[in-house]
């Protein structure tokens, strides 16, 4: 099992949800975010429920991307144990949602979106990575979205840009592992779909496909246990769906969103 787990954007969402399940499961969890008291508040939540395991919180904005490489080391220093050295699993899940249409003066709120879920993202990676090339094993968990299955229209254009670079980021990595033996290392792309959390609260057109956050994290976490190397999650409707997405006229899928 990957024992120590390091969740990015853990604070709130599907960063919070899939560190209640993994604790659940017995795993030792780093858990970064800039809000310090609610993932004071969540490691005492899951302490007094699951004694066993050990929880550390480290401050972090993930656009500071020197605290980025200086947190993930003393986060695997920190869950580092005489039978198992520092982190075995990172789940880049931190991310941004604003943004507006492209030429509505909305640059800034793009950009910081940009900045947040691509470079932001990267840093995370090469950190990880890092990390796992020097123990040869470890396991890249990147969370993209279903919207990075085509161009999405209006606010959501830049956001869905972001992810589908960070899925092909993701892919990259995966593919420099291929042939290299002696590594124990696995990278896992997952596409969420509609999944309750705070980024997406008060999004009307999305209800009818959306799940709760605790059944959408439970997928999440099933798909990262088994090493998938990609998956729609929820599988149903959203791996059928995202066919669809990729390969119909533009303006199906504008409407489809």
């Given at each position: 099992m990957r024992k120590n787990v390091l969740i ?46 050990r929880i550390v919180v480290h401050a972090l ?165 088994r090493e998938v190397v990609d998956a729609a ?25």
């Amino acid at each position: 099992m990957r024992k120590n787990v390091l969740i990015t954007g853990a604070s709130s969402g599907l960063g919070a949800g899939m560190a209640r399940i993994l604790a659940a499961k017995g795993h030792s969890l780093a858990l970064t975010a800039r809000r310090v008291d609610r993932l004071e508040a969540l490691r005492d939540e899951l302490l007094a429920a699951h004694p066993d395991i050990r929880i550390v919180v480290h401050a972090l904005d993930v656009n500071d991307h020197a605290q980025v490489f200086a947190v993930f080391e003393q986060a695997a220093a920190d869950l580092a144990t005489s039978d198992g050295d520092g982190l075995d699993r990172v789940i880049v899940n931190a991310g941004l949602g604003k943004g507006g249409r492209i030429g509505t003066g909305k640059f800034e709120a793009n950009r910081q979106t940009a900045e947040t879920n691509f470079i932001a993202a990267l840093a995370q990676c090469e950190a990880a990575m890092e990390h796992f090339y020097a123990r040869k094993t470890g396991h890249l968990v990147v969370i993209s979205s279903m919207s990075a299955m085509r161009g999405m229209p209006s606010s959501m254009a830049t956001y869905a840009a972001t992810k589908a670079g960070v899925a092909h980021l993701a892919e990259g990595i995966r593919s420099d592992l291929i042939g290299r033996k002696g590594l124990d290392i696995k990278v896992t792309t997952l596409f969420p779909g509609y999944i309750a959390s705070e980024m997406n609260e008060g999004i009307e057109q999305e209800a009818r496909l959306m799940v709760d956050t605790e059944t959408g994290c439970r997928a999440l976490v099933k798909a990262i246990e088994r090493e998938v190397v990609d998956a729609a999650i929820p599988t149903w409707p959203w791996a059928p769906l995202g066919q669809v997405m990729k390969h119909a006229p533009l303006g199906v899928v504008r409407r489809m969103v």
